[in-house]
């Protein structure tokens, strides 16, 4: 009886291994987009970091964060090294699809976050002052399965 348990058990393991094996092997890896931005930072005469670090938040609160196509978005800053002259920013794509989206999507996001087109407009201008206008974009695709 003991060798008849032991033989069904065993019999049930080795049919749930080729089953959770053959569901793993028919699934498309995970892949996502990262689209990195590498930025000089521009300090106006009367400019505080503070100030440019505000700004970037208020940008973030009002349209990165609302976002339903950036999956995952960060902003880097120098903590050692060139001069803290310059920042990354990365935002996190589920598909390649989204990439093309989101800039109408952001554009949508800015109208609602800022009604008067006035108003829009001189706060994007603000946030443009703190960039150098030559900066370096990069897409990759993230290999998820080494993600900790």
Known sequence: ?????????????????????????????????????????????????ADVQGAFQEYYDKVIAKSKLVKH???????????GGSYVRTMEFEKWEDLDKFGDEFEALEKAAWPDETARKAFLK??????????????????NSMRK
């Open 126 to 143: 603000k946030l443009g002052s703190y960039s150098d206008m030559h900066h370096s974009d990069e897409i990759y695709t993230v290999l």
């Open 73 to 83: 978005f960060s902003m880097y800053i120098h903590a050692w090294g060139s001069l």
């Open 1 to 49: 009886m003991k060798k008849l348990k032991i033989l069904a058990l065993s019999t049930v393991l080795a049919a749930a291994c080729v089953a959770s094996s053959s569901a793993v092997a028919q699934e498309a890896p995970a892949i996502s987009y990262v689209a990195q931005t590498t930025v000089k930072f521009v300090m106006p005469e009367g400019t505080t970091r």
